[in-house]
């Protein structure tokens, strides 16, 4: 149970980042691809519909991780204190830019919030890709499985890298999202970024999957097998995005940078197992998937719940997606669900 618990964190916080991920790519771009107030207002409305259910994921991963292994979560939450609440100060900055980006009536204003949700794009995916690799480069915690660290131990050249690399394939994700759903210039736009931005994601992410298993090997243990197998493939995934990026094949090219994503999140927990939290102080401090976890009946619960509720949260954002799939145009208008699901009326042919 502990281990499928781990495993199922692993699938929950890969969900959060390929969904919130374009979320945080297309707000980064917003100065880059918005020309005028028409391409940003349709910019944000391509993942208007979808933003704040995507961070329904980052709840349920967390609330996961509290039930599932409490003293992972109470040692992270603990020591990491100054770098989540970055994250939910720049979570609560991004919704409420959404919010009142709209209602301003003022052009300075609404340049103001659109700022401040660019921001807050790149913080957010920036710290937790530092905070994620910190888990796996090790953070001082002591025998009592106490943080006995500052702030500053998050950073290191490994950590900063995995950062820069989560914001610079999730700029990717965002761009070739919007080469998906807008027409028109914009589209046009999104299209020479993302083939811009693809070779330097495949790289700086080619550079943090190497990183990643030699930090694997030297601080927690690990065999070459089987992390080499899923850094070839993220890194395989990376180079389709940039070659389907170029062929102009967006859909390809979106499920080649969503694929990246899980890949690459997948390699930091294969990493991390059987570990959830590594000790730089003493490799027998670590926490591990035994001594961090709750009870066998306290698991099975969560196995019973899981297997009701989440079948039923997943088929509803995936109608979600398919209800607002249609493209936007000038006006950035977001066609009504009711009329995209109507069956297409075939008129008559006239018989004169």
Known sequence: ??????????????????????????????????????????????????????????IIAGAAMFAAFPVWYATMFSGFYVALLLVLVLLIVRVVSFEWRGKAESPGWRAVWAWLNTS?????????????????????????QEFTGTFWDLFSP?????????????????????????????????????????LPVAL?????????????????????????????????????????????????????TAATIVLAVVLLFTELYPRVMVSSTSSADSLTIANASSGHYTLTVMSIVTIVLLPVILLYQAWSYHVFRARLGKSGAVANPVDLLAPRRVEPADDA
Request: hydrophobic residues 55%; charged residues 10%; aromatic residues 10%.
């Open 1 to 58: 149970m502990q281990t499928t618990w781990f495993w199922l964190l692993c699938a929950l916080w890969s969900l959060y980042f390929l969904t919130e991920g374009f979320d945080f790519g297309v707000g980064m771009l917003l100065p880059v691809l918005g020309r005028s107030e028409e391409d940003r207002r349709t910019m944000l409305q391509v993942i208007g519909p979808f933003w704040d259910g995507n961070e329904v994921w980052l």
């Open 120 to 144: 807050a794009a790149v913080g957010l995916p920036l710290i937790w890709g530092i905070a994620l690799s910190s888990l796996l480069q090790g953070v001082p915690v002591s025998s009592a």
């Open 158 to 198: 490994y950590t900063v890298v995995a950062g820069v690399a989560f914001v610079l394939l999730f700029a990717l994700h965002g761009a070739v999202l919007l080469t998906l759903r807008t027409t028109g210039d914009l589209h046009a736009r999104a299209m020479r970024t993302a083939a811009r931005l693809a």
């Open 204 to 256: 700086v992410g080619a550079g943090f999957l190497a990183w990643t298993l030699v930090v694997g090997i030297q601080k927690n243990d690990q065999d070459v097998f089987p992390g080499i197998v899923l850094a070839v493939l993220a890194a395989a995934t990376a180079v389709g995005a940039v070659v389907l990026t170029h062929r102009r094949r967006e859909g390809l090219a979106f499920a080649s």
